[in-house]
């Protein structure tokens, strides 16, 4: 894997087209699967994208986590310029 691709979104990118359906996350009763969970994180990246933020940039998180703010920091990593 090329030094660029060794973080969290493109692994996470990886596995989403390898099984989609198959579970992510489970939390607090609530189950997410590779797909949706790259769904939400390309969201958030495009967001952060609109805000000016590049590949590379931080994305601080300062609140309890859930499984939201978990996906928002690691797909900080995926973004791309």
């Not at 060794?6 to 590779?34: C, K, M, R, S, V």
């Not at 390309?42 to 952060?48: A, E, I, P, S």
């Not at 609109?50 to 986590?65: A, C």
């Amino acid at each position: 894997m090329a030094q660029d691709k060794a973080n969290f979104f493109f692994i996470l990118e990886d596995q989403a087209n390898a099984i989609p359906n198959h579970i992510l996350l489970y939390y607090q009763g609530q189950e997410w699967t590779y797909h949706q969970v790259r769904l939400i994180a390309q969201r958030f990246g495009n967001y952060f994208l609109s805000l000016g933020l590049n590949s590379g940039g931080t994305v601080p998180i300062i609140q309890n986590i859930d499984h939201k703010k978990l996906i928002t920091r690691s797909c900080s990593d995926g973004l791309h310029k």
